[in-house]
């Protein structure tokens, strides 16, 4: 089984509505992320957690909300999704000196 | 503040070529140092780290880098590319010892490889 889980892999949306992803991590690690892709940009963060009762803000946090509902499980929520937060999604955790991502999710915003 | 700049959003090379792609950084406390690869539709996948210790690090599939303090690059090679090789390459920075722990991304270089 993968380390890293997300869940759905792939969402298409209408512009207004809420939608939730979710990260689920089996590596034991407080410190949990979610970071978005766009083409020609890597990836930036979104949200950072370094433990169930630590949430931070990253580079980009406008626009999203997150849950730490146990040290193993991080969500992400879009309030009010728009068209250009269409891109690919994912999260990671992390040791001390790596981190782990999951295979991502791709969303797409109507 | 931490940032990473890739030179070169598109490089491409001959099946058995070098493989060179580039990376600086910038960082006014020592800092680790990390390549990722991403295959067509997957997620990111760890190729090698510099965590302090040696500054020559060999990482999975025959890459390694090197750690230059002076020109503060870390840059990326392979002796003799492969197809399989063909992906999105990213390079990112953190700095452990101060309270965030994140990673900086560069925007990533994508590796083409000729028959």
């Known amino acids: 089984d993968a380390d890293v889980t997300q869940t759905p892999r792939n969402r298409i949306t209408k512009t207004g509505k809420r939608i939730m992803l979710e990260c689920s991590q089996t590596?034991?690690?407080?410190?949990m992320y979610w970071y978005r892709q766009d083409p020609g940009l890597g990836l930036r963060l979104i949200y950072y957690s370094f433990d169930v009762k630590d949430i931070n803000k990253g580079e980009i946090s406008d626009g999203y909300s997150v849950s730490r509902q146990a040290q193993a499980k991080f969500s992400l929520s879009l309030e009010s999704a728009i068209p250009n937060q269409t891109a690919l999604y994912f999260c990671?955790?992390?040791?001390?000196?790596?981190?782990?991502f999951g295979p991502g999710t791709r969303l797409t915003v109507t | 503040a931490q940032s990473v700049t890739q030179l070169g959003s598109h490089v491409s090379v001959s099946e058995g070529a070098l493989v060179l792609l580039r990376c600086n950084y910038s960082?006014?406390?020592?800092?680790?140092l990390f390549w990722y690869v991403q295959y067509p539709n997957q997620g990111l996948q760890l190729l090698l780290k510099?965590?302090?210790?040696?500054?020559l690090v060999k990482g999975i599939n025959g890459f390694e880098a090197e750690f230059k303090k002076s020109e503060t690059s870390f840059h990326l090679t392979k002796p003799s590319a492969h197809m399989s090789d063909a992906a999105e390459y990213f390079c990112?920075?953190?700095?452990?010892?101060?309270?965030?722990?994140?990673?900086?991304f560069g925007k990533g270089t994508k590796l083409s490889v000729k028959p």
């Open positions: 990112a920075v953190t700095n452990y010892g101060g309270s965030q722990g994140n990673l900086i």
């Open positions: 590596k034991g690690h407080d410190r």
């Open positions: 960082s006014s406390v020592p800092p680790y």
């Open positions: 510099y965590t302090s210790a040696a500054t």
């Open positions: 990671a955790t992390s040791d001390f000196y790596e981190q782990y």
